[in-house]
């Protein structure tokens, strides 16, 4: 069974602390992606990466990095956490690109930072 | 990407068929119709994928309009454990990112 996990379901954190987000696969996918889900706003990608130490910035990736030094890992990383970042993160892993690889998420983090 | 259009809630009886519907009038020839449902706290999660000819899985169905500027995803006997949002999202050739609109909220009563 195909497996994307997150560190936490729930994070509370500090505004100006420095937040990593931890996402593993074990699906050997060279795709993996961070999204945030705000009301309204709908899921909007922050970063992916198509392989080790590859990125590339997705919608909204200003606050934010990432890293990704082994394939099953992508990490999220706010620098200092502000109270707009207070979101559902969702990590997500895809094989390669293409239109017809549908990409698997893992059940979310919810931040809140105060 | 192109945009498509979702109605903002739906609601079925348990186990009768549900039909949501999707529009994409902009769509171009290579785009997929990707769609997702995501259950409450839970990350979304793929249904079904389609071209042009209409496509059936273990979860759905796919119908696609013969000028593709329009689908139905079909779940054949609705249960409570399908109460979601199911997005309908279209995908390029080379695109890697999915681009979620708000879905369809689909209640199912017992």
């Known amino acids: 069974d195909v497996k994307v996990t997150q560190s936490s379901r729930y994070l509370v954190k500090r505004t100006g602390e420095k937040v990593f987000l931890e996402c593993v696969q074990d699906?050997?996918?060279?795709?993996m992606f961070w999204y945030r889900q705000d009301p309204g706003l709908g899921l909007r990608l922050i970063y992916f990466?198509?392989?080790?130490?590859?990125?590339e910035k997705g919608d909204i990736p200003e606050g934010y990095s990432v890293s990704r030094e082994k394939k099953e890992r992508f990490s999220l990383i706010l620098e200092s956490a502000s109270t707009n970042q207070t979101s559902m993160y969702l990590c997500?892993?895809?094989?390669?690109?293409?239109?017809?690889?549908?990409?698997?998420f893992g059940p979310g983090t919810r931040l809140t930072v105060t | 990407d192109a945009k498509t259009t979702q109605p903002n809630s739906m609601e079925s009886n348990e186990e009768e068929p549900v039909h949501l519907p999707c529009n994409h009038s902009?769509?171009?020839?290579?785009?997929?119709i990707h769609w997702y449902r995501q259950l409450p706290s839970q990350g979304p999660e793929y249904v079904i994928h389609?071209?042009?000819s209409n496509v059936n899985n273990r979860m759905a169905s796919l119908a696609i309009a013969e000028d593709r500027k329009s689908s139905t995803l079909i779940l054949h006997r609705a249960t409570l454990r399908d109460a979601a949002v199911y997005y309908c999202?279209?995908?390029?050739?080379?695109?890697?990112?999915?681009?979620f609109g708000a879905g369809t909220i689909l209640r199912v009563k017992s």
């Open positions: 902009t769509i171009s020839g290579t785009d997929y």
């Open positions: 990466s198509y392989d080790v130490k590859m990125k």
């Open positions: 699906m050997d996918h060279e795709n």
């Open positions: 999202i279209l995908r390029s050739e080379y695109g890697n990112k999915l681009v």
């Open positions: 997500a892993s895809s094989f390669l690109q293409g239109p017809f690889y549908e990409q698997y």
């Open positions: 389609g071209l042009t």
